[in-house]
């Protein structure tokens, strides 16, 4: 038995890209202010994982966890690149069961969506040769974001509303 092919349109990319700028410019604000110990759990289910400099997470509350460890962040986002998902495994199951429909009546792709940036952790005044906290580090963050059918239902030109099924973050310089 083979499966379907399902194709994707430069319109599906592009709502998927619209999506994922969306996710990228909210996720890091929250990331970055004072409330993130309240927002980014958000962002997650207890069945989301996180993979920290190869450290791992698990559910929204083990990413609280890691948060309240951390000092204060700035992230600079250099570039950010987004690729829909089509027929997921997730997403034969949900459309098998009917939960979840867009207003086209099909089931919005899982984003793959890959982000390159830098990030201080702390307060630049206090770098000294033994306290890295305060230095600009280069990392790169992957995400796939699952459609939430738990969130009501999209109108014709509306996103979906995606959560962090998977998350892994690493430094690279």
């Known amino acids: 038995m083979t499966a379907a092919v399902v194709k994707l349109s430069s319109s599906d990319v592009e709502i998927a890209t619209r999506a994922a700028e969306n996710f990228t410019r909210i996720y890091y604000k929250a990331y970055d202010s004072n ?4 927002d980014i759990p958000q962002f997650y289910r207890e069945s989301s994982s996180l993979v920290w400099n190869g450290k791992p997470f698990q559910g929204a509350t083990g990413i609280r966890d890691l948060l309240e460890k951390m000092p204060v962040t700035k ?13 997921s495994y997730f997403w034969t199951i949900v ?3 009917r939960l979840l429909k867009s207003s086209t009546g099909t089931s919005p792709p899982s984003l793959l969506v890959c982000v390159s940036g830098s990030v201080v952790h702390g307060n630049p005044t ?3 040769a033994r306290n890295p906290e305060g230095r600009s580090r280069v990392f790169s963050q992957t995400f796939m974001l699952v459609p939430d059918s738990n969130a009501p239902a999209t109108k014709p030109g509306e996103l979906a509303k995606y959560y962090v099924s998977a998350d892994a973050i690493r430094f690279v310089g």
């Open 35 to 38: 409330n993130r110990l309240n």
């Open 95 to 97: 459309k098998r069961l």
């Open 126 to 128: 206090n770098i000294t």
């Open 75 to 87: 992230h600079d986002i250099q570039s950010f690149d987004c690729h829909p998902i089509p027929g």
